[in-house]
């Protein structure tokens, strides 16, 4: 760490009135996806009502790529001030085994601020894909699975976890397609350029109700009561298969315990305001319990969930350098 740095750190948590005038200016929120797609609207929503309760805008930036750990990257490295924050989802636990070489430990690289949400995932394909079920999808895969493709976003996206662990549940590898966030995979997916995909509710609610692409599951334990047409993946015969995109926020290592508290509390309140709540529920999620946006539990989260997909990932064998 250069001097500057350190010396800057440590008047950051000796100065309380560095803390007390916290945020003085605006914040920078670091989404590892693209614009427009399922983590960036939930960063988005997320952003506005907690700027509005801090007083300073939260200027959104997309920091693309290999999965999202460049902006994991980025935000471990980052000046623990609380000016740089990270948005991520259960993809920063993954990427923990999936990336031989990360330069910062997740499990203690972040000062966790709390959780946000936990999206429902759904498996859906091409709009003339000929499968009109689940498991017509199965079936059609047995057979034809090895020309199509499956659409995600980058090695450690939750939509390229949703797709090996449905591949392990139909027993077929399906060629990957690596896109920077969901909303250009989507995008070719409508235009029918690839087959598969297994995406957040909050990417694919409109698109669904639109029929603009084919929906075969989703992936909780229950069915959505606004969405009861669509049966889970267990009961359409995939037996067990859940997952979910949840999402947290994190400040950088170092960061000033009142600046993480200040945060923590600010998104318990958003995760209140009615206007996030109805945002949210228009794309078939919901905020977490009060007590989930906490520091402890996004750290006992991602602690759990890194080692919940270790052995998971190490089966199955695919790695990045
Ligand atoms: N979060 C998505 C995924 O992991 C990517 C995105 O938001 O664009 O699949």
Redesign the pocket.
């Known amino acids: 760490m250069r001097p500057t740095v350190v010396i800057s750190a440590f008047l950051m948590m000796v100065s309380p009135a560095f803390a007390q005038n916290y945020p003085s200016r605006p914040i920078t929120l670091l989404v590892p996806?693209?614009a427009g797609?399922?983590?960036?609207t939930v960063a988005r929503v997320t952003a506005q009502s907690m700027s509005k309760l801090l007083g300073q805008p939260i200027v959104i930036e997309n920091a693309l790529g290999a999965g999202?750990t460049i902006a994991a990257t980025r935000a471990s490295r980052a000046e623990p001030d609380g000016y740089t924050l990270l948005i991520h989802?259960i993809?920063i636990s993954t990427a923990a085994t999936l990336y031989r070489n990360l330069p910062y430990d997740t499990k203690t690289a972040f000062a966790p601020i709390g959780l946000i949400t936990n999206a429902p995932m759904t498996i859906i394909g091409r709009p003339d894909l000929p499968p009109n079920s689940l498991s017509e999808l199965v079936s059609y895969i047995k057979t034809n699975g090895d020309k199509m493709t499956f659409g995600?976003?980058g090695l450690g996206?939750?939509?390229?976890l949703c797709g090996m662990l449905f591949m392990t549940a139909v027993n077929k590898q399906i060629l990957p397609i690596p896109y920077k966030?969901?909303?250009p995979v989507m995008t070719d997916l409508i235009a029918k350029q690839i087959d598969l995909t297994c995406?957040?509710t909050t990417?694919t609610t409109q698109p669904i109700a639109a029929k603009l692409v084919k929906s075969y599951a989703i992936t909780t334990r229950t069915r959505l009561t606004s969405m009861p047409d669509l049966p889970t993946a267990d009961e359409a015969g995939l037996k067990g298969f859940e997952v979910g995109?949840w999402h947290g926020i994190y400040a950088p290592k170092g960061t000033p315990d009142a600046i993480v508290q200040k945060l923590s509390r600010t998104l318990q309140d958003a995760l209140k305001e009615p206007d996030l709540i109805k945002r949210f529920n228009d794309i078939n999620t919901e905020p977490v319990a009060q007590d989930q946006a906490t520091p402890q539990a996004l750290q006992t989260m991602l602690n759990n969930e890194v080692d919940r997909w270790a052995p998971i990932i190490k089966a199955a064998g695919q790695f990045a350098d």
Do not use: I, M, V, Y
Request: charged fraction near 10%; avoid cysteine; hydrophobic fraction near 35%.
């Open positions: 996806f693209a797609g399922a983590t960036d999202g989802h993809g995600n976003a996206a939750a939509s390229h966030g969901n909303a995406d957040q990417n995109a």
